[in-house]
């Protein structure tokens, strides 16, 4: 077992990065050999090769989060119809279909006639779970890798250990983890199809 220290102060940092006052009222503590620089909300830098960048309290990698951006970004025409995308729906369509607002209807409309609507709506439920223990994974792996004396708990508070963490052991627990939600989602999947 791992030789959990988590004290009044951690909160109180926690408290600070949260507020992007990183830095402050941050104690050295013994056995941290590694050379931190005081990070806050929003800063960005390179090392080892890779861009960073402070958010939400959390250092992540600067093209994960380019990414994101990519992916939220409204084109001006509707790939499938090629419409101009303007209405309320149509971001929020795009993001799940892509393809705008009306797409979609008349898509799920065609799928209720041919009888296919339950199947395909219990698909889009394993498509969203599937989506999220991948982010979800990927964000706990991410989180485990940028120190070695922290770990962001499944509650989202930063926890440390005495004399740093087994990320071996960590990183096989939470793929193990996520492996197991996928094959679940995967059970649920192939059960829906069948009863189709
Ligand atoms: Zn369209």
């Not at 990070?39 to 390179?46: N, Q, S």
């Not at 339950?118 to 394993?126: D, L, Q, R, T, W």
Request: proline share 1%; hydrophobic share 30%; with cysteine.
């Amino acid at each position: 077992m791992l030789n959990k220290e988590f004290k009044r102060k951690d909160v109180e940092r926690m408290r600070n990065l949260i507020k992007g006052k990183s830095g402050e009222s941050a104690e050295t503590q013994v056995g941290y050999t590694s050379k931190k620089e005081d990070r806050k909300e929003g800063d960005v830098w390179e090392e080892n090769g890779k861009k960073w960048i402070i958010k939400d309290g959390i250092k992540q990698t600067y093209t994960k989060l380019d990414e994101i951006k990519k992916e939220a970004i409204l084109p001006l025409f509707c790939p499938n119809c090629g419409t101009l995308m303007k209405k309320r729906n149509d971001s929020k369509m795009y993001k799940l279909h892509k393809k705008c607002f009306d797409c979609v209807i008349e898509m799920e409309h065609k799928l209720k006639i041919e009888g296919k609507y339950e199947e395909y709506e219990k698909n889009m439920m394993a498509n969203n779970a599937e989506d999220y223990i991948n982010d979800f994974e990927s964000y706990l792996l991410e989180a485990l890798n940028t120190s070695n004396t922290q770990f962001v708990s499944e509650a989202g508070e930063v926890e440390r250990w005495k004399g740093g963490i087994d990320k071996e052991k960590l990183s096989k627990e939470i793929k193990q983890a996520a492996s197991e939600f996928r094959e679940s989602i995967n059970k649920f999947r192939n059960k829906t199809n069948d009863q189709a």
